[in-house]
């Protein structure tokens, strides 16, 4: 509970066990908010503009692996609503807090802070983290938190609303890529988790991450910001800032995505990156497999390769995690041999 950096952050210095090897670092090198990862307007997709909404989005998949959406559908109030009472969770009482704080990774919902397991890392990642399962919510919302006092209510209108959006999304990549209606329903989109990332203001921004280099290792991913910029994106070798846009929502290619659609989507490394000024919270929505789920390319997108070769969701999330995320080795292990 000690260790949480918005316990202890203010007027301090970095501490060393913060500091990222040199290659690592976000260092000095300014990294502006970049204008060229498409922003696409859902609600045109239900008019005679769909095809068109579809071919941006699979454009944005292949190219960047992440796009924004605006006119989303889910309600501002909604969405305010919602952030706000998750920047409160971090602004409770340490009693309060200290109710959530758990180093057990078998623990379903639990406030933790660096990464997942803290106390085996040899450099910590600057944030605090809240998460929990979302899916079946009748079930998981009796572990989220019990303050604030609002906070079931209003996060699982907007759990209920980020799975829906979701599903339309995965509706619409399903068309580009010609497979039938509902090809991404059931277990392949079943389970779902909220992931709440908080970024205290930082002492010395150059030389730690929030959160290291990595790929999501689930279907795909939906991120509401927060205020400020931090999320920057790999792309062709460097670093891109994703802007920050009112209401907008930031929508990501996971690794089942690029492997059902076998290395036609594009999973993208993302990194985020801290700054001195304010904190920063932002709120991740990841939809993924149920565990026993088989997972391969879709038949029609095998052509003459099949890139991967069929897995049980549990086999690649077993991998992930013992690999600390290395999506090179990870990949490898997935890869068809014939």
Known sequence: MAQLVSSWYQNKTLPES?????????GDLIVPACKTIPV?????AEGQNRADIVRQILTACEEYGFLQVVNHGIPEEVMKASMDVLKEVFEM??????????EDPKRSCRLLTGGARYAREKVHHWRDNLRHPCHPLQDCIKHWPEKPIRYREIVATFATE????????????????????????????????????????????????????????NLITIVHQGDENGLQVLNSGEWIGVEFLQNALVVNIGHQLQIISNNKLKCSEHRVV?????????????????????????????????????????????????????????????????
Do not use: W
């Not at 913060?18 to 976000?26: A, L, S």
């Not at 696409?40 to 045109?44: E, R």
């Not at 049980?312 to 995320?325: A, D, I, P, R, S």
């Open 162 to 217: 980020l799975k829906k959006l979701g599903s339309r999304i995965l509706e619409l990549v399903a068309e580009g890529l010609g497979l039938e209606s509902g090809y991404f329903g059931d277990k392949l989109s079943e389970s779902t988790k909220l992931s709440v990332n908080h970024y205290p203001p930082c002492p010395d921004p150059s030389l730690t991450l929030g959160l290291s280099k990595h790929c999501d290792p």
């Open 274 to 338: 801290t700054n001195s000024r304010v904190a920063r919270t932002s709120a991740v929505f990841f939809i993924y497999p149920t565990d026993n789920c088989i997972v391969e390319p879709a038949k029609s997108l095998i052509g003459d390769t099949s890139h991967y070769r069929a897995f049980e969701f549990k086999e690649f999330k077993h991998e992930y995690f013992t690999n600390n995320g290395n999506s090179e080795v990870v990949m490898e292990r997935f890869k068809s041999q014939a």
């Open 93 to 102: 009482p340490a009693e309060d807090k200290a109710m959530l704080y758990s």
């Open 40 to 44: 696409i307007d859902l609600g045109k």
């Open 18 to 26: 913060y500091i990222f090897p040199p290659e690592t670092r976000p």
